[in-house]
């Protein structure tokens, strides 16, 4: 059964950073692309950030691009999420999510993920 469990969310003040951490297990890590998505009440889910398999290929929403980083350690089957600069529009649930396949280098729609975890609040105060 795969688990995605997500931390390091919590409050923190408009230009400060947070680093999110998802640890995986169930299915062998380094198969996946692992994605970071953030949902804010009334709206929809929207595309973070991505990472390929080995980790050498990245790709972000644009809302984020230059501000957060996405890595992962397929030795310990966790990815992280860098937030630097945060805004108050970057409040929000944040969730990562596994591949559903074990191949490509790039998903970005929800649809092309499998798995999720329960997710983590990032709150950003004015």
């Known amino acids: 059964q795969v688990q995605l469990v997500e931390s390091g969310g919590g409050l923190v003040q408009a230009g400060g950073s947070l680093r999110l951490s998802c640890a995986a297990s169930g299915r062998t890590f380094s198969q996946y692309v692992m994605g970071w998505f953030r949902q804010a009440p009334g709206k929809e889910r929207e595309f973070v950030a991505t990472?390929?398999?080995?980790?050498?290929?990245?790709y972000y929403g644009d809302s984020v691009k230059g501000r957060f980083t996405i890595s992962r350690d397929n030795a310990k089957n966790t990815v992280y999420l860098q937030m630097n600069n945060l805004q108050p529009e970057d409040t929000a649930v944040y969730y990562c999510?596994?591949?559903?396949?074990?191949?490509?280098?790039?998903?970005?729609?929800?649809?092309?993920?499998?798995?999720w975890g329960q997710g983590t609040q990032v709150t950003v105060s004015s």
């Open positions: 990472v390929n398999r080995s980790g050498g290929m990245t």
């Open positions: 999510a596994q591949s559903r396949i074990a191949s490509g280098n790039k998903y970005i729609a929800p649809s092309q993920y499998r798995y």
